[in-house]
Nanobody, 117 residues
């Protein structure tokens, strides 16, 4: 059974930092990353490792957020620095595994990040 469990969210002042962690179990994942969803908005990519281990970042977080991964532990992390109020959202861990010619997506339950001004 696949499980993704996020941790590390919370309340922080603008300019502060938080580190999110995601523990994955139950499969081997080709792609792992983070998405977020702010109130009234669609879920969007924040940062992710691609199947070739390249990294994609949303333009809005480049230079402030860093994604890292421990493949041996099946963990993915998101270091968030210089946080802004617009970073407030529920952050979701995403993992994908290959199934035939497509990918199956798995999601964690999310962790809330609130940045106060």
């Amino acid at each position: 059974q696949v499980q993704l469990v996020e941790s590390g969210g919370g309340l922080v002042q603008a300019g502060g930092s938080l580190r999110l962690s995601c523990a994955a179990s139950g499969s081997i994942f080709s792609i792992m990353g983070w998405y977020r969803q702010a109130p009234g908005k669609q879920r969007e990519l924040v940062a992710a490792f691609t199947s070739g281990d390249r990294i994609n970042y949303a333009d809005s977080v480049k230079g402030r957020f860093t994604i890292s991964r421990d493949k041996a532990k099946n963990m993915v992390y998101l270091q968030m620095n210089s946080l802004k109020p617009e970073d407030t959202a529920v952050y979701y861990c995403n993992a994908q595994r290959v199934s035939g010619i497509t990918y199956i997506h798995y999601w964690g339950k999310g962790t809330l990040v609130t940045v106060s001004s």
